[in-house]
């Protein structure tokens, strides 16, 4: 049976080809159309707002300034009257009070006070430090370690948590000051820490510490203060 289109009369065979010079052509007249200007032949200057002369007139302002009035004349004497002293002016003569050598001072008032207390001299930069009972035998260059292992051991052997305060939860620190004086003996203690009941338990422990062997500074004894911090703590 034979085909009744005819193969040589296919109208879809160029329609691309057609679609396409006519898209360029469109293109083509809306971009002469975008460029496209046009102008007015007569310009109105008046309608348009522009003057001939357009330069704005600024008024020209005067500074005045103010003259200062002159000074106030001065006064001048038309007489200068010289008055004559003729008093004799005695001159009082006043004592030196420098001395040399050959002059004698008078010590009749003078007073001698007697010596104040040796000032203290911190444990760290004492020369021989305090010598706590059983550290004799220890070298002088370990005796201050030897003397606080020796408060450490005395502090944990009297120590003895106050009821009052373990039945009220109380702890913390307390920071005990005391004095080492002269005479090996202990002086001075001042306590400080979060309960009155801590504190006197410090100062009870304090209390109990042996006599020492006092500290010498320059080969005299001499009072040294020291400083240990007590930790009550509740298990």
Not at 120 to 142: L, N, Q, T, W
Not at 151 to 177: C, D, S, T
Not at 184 to 189: K, T
Not at 225 to 233: A, E, L, M, Q, R
Request: glycine letters at 4%.
């Amino acid at each position: 049976m034979l085909p009744k289109k005819n193969p040589n009369a296919d109208l879809n065979k160029n329609t691309r080809t057609y679609f396409l010079i006519g898209l360029v052509v469109v293109l083509l007249l809306v971009w002469k159309g975008v460029e496209l200007k046009t102008y007015e032949k007569d310009m109105n200057l008046e309608r348009m707002g522009m003057l001939e002369n357009n330069e704005e007139d600024i008024p020209i302002t005067e500074i005045k300034f103010k003259i200062p009035p002159p000074p106030p004349p001065q006064y001048v004497p038309k007489e200068i009257k010289v008055i004559e002293n003729d008093e004799d002016i005695k001159e009082s003569i006043i004592q030196t009070t420098e001395v040399d050598q050959n002059t004698e001072v008078p010590i009749d008032n003078v007073t001698i006070l007697e010596e104040f207390e040796d000032s203290m001299v911190p444990f760290s930069i004492i020369e021989d430090a305090p010598i706590f009972p059983g550290c004799e035998k220890v070298v002088k260059s370990k005796r201050k370690k030897c003397f606080q292992d020796q408060i450490n051991k005395h502090i944990r052997k009297n120590f003895r948590y106050p009821v009052i305060a373990q039945e009220m939860g109380i702890q913390g620190r307390v920071y005990v000051n005391f004095i080492i004086s002269k005479d090996g003996s202990i002086s001075d203690i001042i306590m400080r820490g979060p309960d009155k009941n801590l504190e006197k338990e410090a100062a009870r422990i304090i209390s109990k510490l042996p006599t020492m062997t006092p500290g010498k500074q320059r080969g005299e004894a001499v009072r040294v203060p020291f400083s240990i911090p007590i930790n009550f703590k509740l298990q």
